[in-house]
């Protein structure tokens, strides 16, 4: 059943594919057609996300939605595998017991339910994880470049990207606040590139 696959996902699907062709992203009127060609019977799902997250999107908007869909999950189940295995080390985790993070993960009910249904987590997820594992690595600027993905959804993670802002400046960590700008403004312009509105 094609309705089936257009979850939560397809909002970003039909936002990237709007932006390609210099629609409006955050129009409903313009997002249902896409949706219901996609599969989606109930109502449209808006993207609510800033408009650089376009720029992750737009990629995968150039593939058909099942396709699109299918390279999503095998991106988000690589994510939360990097995100664990980031996690695990930085906690003090052996590399002989590296498999157990991943097991524990995909053991986890709401893991499950993110990959089931599109969510955009797993970003997040990696988002964390990156910024933790690059500052500890000292490589400040991949560190600030992690960190921006949380600007994906500012209004889940504010309390966090304002904590690391203030620790930020607090220990001078100014490659930190320069990867995180380079990436925001650099996904922004992409987004601008093929719709300047």
Not at 100 to 126: D, E, K, M, N, W
Request: glycine content about 8%; overall charge positive.
């Amino acid at each position: 059943n094609p309705g089936v696959l257009a979850d939560d996902y397809v909002e970003y699907w039909a936002a990237g594919r709007l932006n390609l062709s210099g629609g409006n992203p955050y129009a409903a009127d313009q997002l249902l057609p896409l949706e219901r060609a996609a599969g989606r019977r109930t109502e449209v799902l808006l993207m609510w996300n800033p408009p650089w997250t376009l720029a992750f999107a737009m990629p995968l908007a150039l593939f058909s939605y099942p396709i699109s869909r299918l390279m999503w999950l095998i991106l988000s189940i690589v994510m939360i595998l990097m995100a664990t295995n980031w996690t695990w080390t930085l906690l003090g985790g052996t590399t002989r017991k590296r498999w157990l993070p991943a097991v524990i993960a995909f053991s986890f009910y709401p893991t499950i339910i993110v990959l089931r249904i599109g969510q955009i987590g797993p970003v997040l997820l990696l988002g964390v994880a990156g910024f933790m594992h690059f500052e500890h690595k000292k490589r400040y600027w991949l560190a600030g470049a992690f960190a921006a993905l949380l600007a994906i959804k500012p209004h889940l993670l504010y309390l966090v990207c304002i904590s690391i802002l203030v620790w930020s400046i607090g220990r001078r960590r100014w490659g930190i606040l320069g990867g995180g700008a380079l990436i925001l403004l650099s996904a922004t312009l992409t987004a601008m590139m093929f719709n300047s509105h």
